[in-house]
């Protein structure tokens, strides 16, 4: 709130960030964050930065909501990223974005996905299966984490971006990824199966069969959170199209639950370039038993899972390599009694 108000209170040429021209300027490395949590993103931009062997060379693209666009603003206004580059956008603003465009938004206004949400004791909103609390997350509803789907219409001057979520931290140089050769392919990620694990049957519903005709169920899954994306092979392939088509065939949602995983492995089948595992090791929010080395050779860790590191519930062993890079000294944070 002390944020917000703060940043409302500034004439309009305060509110500006330096640096402007980089935001368009294809020969840098770009990075598109999309959160609604001030503190989280200000990991990944601290880590990325203090890692960065040409911090001047590092552009960050942060889309929020229109409740956190002031609090955010404010952060990096106050918290400058060194010699990088930082832009802060509001999802509520891209006026393409709306249901006429994009289906899930379509569906999330439907009365049955609100149902689906917000009558969950009523045995008759709920197919088998999904009374799962997993499915339940709000953040499912947020069009900040569909949003990774519109990637070329958020930044159609550039060629090549890194995704990131908020529940990483970078932990090396990411410059490495810009050169990385996709053979063609639009994605480039770490794959995540085992010799079992996380194959597309365990996302997706292969007893339909316009998923059985289409897909391998025993295609390799792979992770979101870190991704590099060809954005010019990504137009060229209608990538946003494909999505379009699946999730227009996902209303009643027997293709799949929820998430964006799914649809993910979907639009992105057989266009995803595996990268190597040590850029992006994941578990951090529900695995106990990740080897210490992995994680510390690691360019990136992702605490996907329940178990977030800014939560009392983090796993105490794995905390300390999101909180290294917050200032706990900070006024503000002690202001809100946070500590490590």
């Not at 552009?59 to 802060?88: C, E, Q, R, S, Y």
């Amino acid at each position: 709130m002390r944020l917000t108000i703060e940043y409302y209170l500034l004439p309009p040429e305060k509110r500006r960030f330096p640096r402007s021209e980089n935001l368009e300027n294809p020969n840098l490395y770009h990075y598109a964050l999309f959160s609604d949590n001030v503190l989280a993103a200000s990991v990944v931009v601290n880590s990325t930065i203090l890692n960065a062997k040409e911090p001047e060379k590092h552009v960050f693209h942060l889309v929020t909501d229109k409740l956190n666009f002031g609090a955010m603003n404010m952060w990096f206004l106050l918290n400058p990223p060194g010699k990088a580059t930082i832009h802060v956008e509001n999802v509520d603003e891209f006026k393409w974005l709306n249901s006429s465009y994009c289906p899930v938004l379509r569906q999330l206004e439907s009365a049955a996905m609100k149902a689906f949400y917000f009558n969950q004791g009523h045995p008759s909103t709920l197919s088998s299966g999904s009374s799962n609390l997993k499915y339940r997350n709000p953040k499912y509803l947020s069009m900040l984490n569909h949003l990774r789907f519109y990637l070329p219409e958020v930044y159609p001057k550039l060629d090549k971006i890194l995704f990131l979520d908020d529940d990483i931290v970078v932990q090396k140089d990411l410059t490495g990824l810009w050169s990385v050769n996709l053979h063609g392919k639009v994605n480039g990620a770490v794959e995540t199966c085992g010799e079992s694990f996380h194959r597309f049957d365990k996302y997706l519903n292969f007893s339909n069969p316009h998923i059985a005709r289409n897909f391998d169920p025993n295609a390799c899954g792979w992770a979101y959170g870190m991704n590099i994306f060809d954005l010019k092979e990504w137009t060229r392939r209608d990538i946003t199209g494909i999505y379009h088509k699946w999730q227009n065939m996902n209303e009643d949602r027997t293709l799949w639950k929820l998430g964006t995983l799914p649809p993910g492995l979907i639009t992105f089948y057989r266009l995803t370039h595996p990268i190597e595992k040590s850029w992006h090791v994941l578990g951090l929010g529900y695995n106990p038993s990740i080897d210490k080395s992995d994680i510390e050779n690691a360019a990136v860790i992702h605490y996907n899972g329940n178990m977030k590191p800014w939560l009392e519930l983090a796993m105490t062993k794995y905390r300390s390599y999101w909180t290294k890079y917050i200032k706990y000294d900070h006024p503000y944070l002690r202001g809100c009694n946070l500590g490590e």
